[in-house]
């Protein structure tokens, strides 16, 4: 299973972004996905996460009320709706399954300035 991730760019505080995550295998809609981001000289995190159906979601309490995760399993595609945003929300965002595997693709960098 590939994940490649788009979407991202650089907004003002304050502004929305939606990202993307299109997956190639055949396996998608069998897993829980998440989305994570990595700022420099931090750890990597989770910033939300869906069960495969969508039925269940999960966002800590960073980004709960302004990020919003959905998927499309047709598709083969999660997203990140990320709105209110703040400059501590620079990074790159990453997909991957949920418990997160070993495999990290590129990434899509975030920027957000004052």
């Known amino acids: 299973e590939q994940l490649v991730e788009s979407g991202g760019g650089t907004v003002q505080a304050g502004g929305s972004l939606r990202l993307s995550c299109q997956a190639s295998g055949r396996t998608f809609s069998r897993f829980d996905t998440g989305w994570y981001r990595q700022a420099p000289g931090k750890e990597r995190e989770l910033v939300a996460a869906?069960?495969?159906?969508?039925?269940?979601?999960y966002y800590p309490g960073s980004v709960k009320g302004r990020f919003t995760i959905a998927r499309d399993n047709a598709k083969s595609t999660v997203y990140l709706q990320m709105n209110s945003l703040k400059p501590e929300d620079t990074a790159i965002y990453y997909c991957?399954?949920?418990?997160?595997?070993?495999?990290w693709g590129q990434g899509t960098q975030v920027t957000v300035s004052t």
């Open positions: 869906i069960s495969w159906s969508g039925d269940n979601t």
């Open positions: 991957n399954s949920y418990p997160a595997g070993d495999y």
